[in-house]
């Protein structure tokens, strides 16, 4: 009924009415599209005004839960309070021990691990525990983030799809890097313990790697040693 008002209103307010079809103008001319468009801005704006991402919480807030509502991979409770749980791979999600060596500091040997990044042995590798928290803190509407010091494979995207490793964003290593692990991580990590829209949100880090574990614990995130849980 309201759009039937919105259209007799419409068309009546215009100097060059047609009597014969009173809503020819109204659809003719897209302007209930426009309606609809404006409305949706009025909300936008009244959601997103002044986003500059300084002052007001809820903007901030709204700006989080937008981005993680594009990732929808499966039914998910929309938390309009999430927390950003960020989750290593090896050794915390995926056990992977099978084609993977490390030097005395916990690093991958990377050479040796792309040599061995084929589609068998990567099919060869099984979930942890730590991945039922993962598919847990999804489904609660937190925003996860994979953080792995893996330069990812078409085969380890195929991986993490086929198992339901739910994600809203994957940060791996650029290709050709050899940056060690936490020096790595910690800068790739940064910009959620400085921009406004993340930084007063709790975060948990998930990794098997003590450097990691304290080079990311020193940028203010809460972290667990996924040893415990394997
Ligand atoms: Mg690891």
């Known amino acids: 009924m309201d759009w039937l008002c919105f259209g007799f209103l419409f068309t009546t ?41 300084t002052t007001n919480k809820v903007i901030i807030m709204t700006r989080t839960y937008r981005n993680i509502t594009k990732t929808k991979q499966c039914e998910r409770f929309y938390n309009l309070s999430p927390r950003i749980c960020i989750y290593d791979l090896d050794g915390t999600v995926i056990n992977s021990s099978h084609r993977a060596t490390h030097d005395e500091n916990g690093n991958i040997d990377l050479s040796d691990w792309k040599a061995k990044s084929t589609k068998d042995l990567i099919f060869q590798d099984s979930l942890m525990p730590l991945y039922c928290q993962l598919q847990e803190d999804y489904k609660n509407g937190d925003m996860i983030i994979i953080c792995t010091a893996r330069e990812l494979s078409k085969w380890d995207y195929e991986f993490i799809h086929f198992y339901n490793i739910y994600y809203d964003r994957i940060i791996s290593r650029p290709k050709g890097n050899d940056t060690s692990d936490s020096i790595l991580k910690k800068s790739q990590l940064r910009y959620l313990f400085n921009l406004p829209q993340y930084r007063n949100i709790l975060k948990v880090f998930y990794d098997d790697n003590p450097s990691n574990l304290s080079a990311i614990g020193s940028l203010g995130a809460t972290v667990v040693d996924a040893r415990r849980y394997a």
């Open 13 to 53: 307010g215009n100097c060059r009415f047609n009597f014969k079809n009173p809503f020819s103008n109204c659809w003719q001319s897209d302007h209930f599209v426009d309606f609809i468009f404006r409305n949706e801005q009025r909300i936008n704006a009244l959601n997103f005004a002044n986003d500059d991402g």
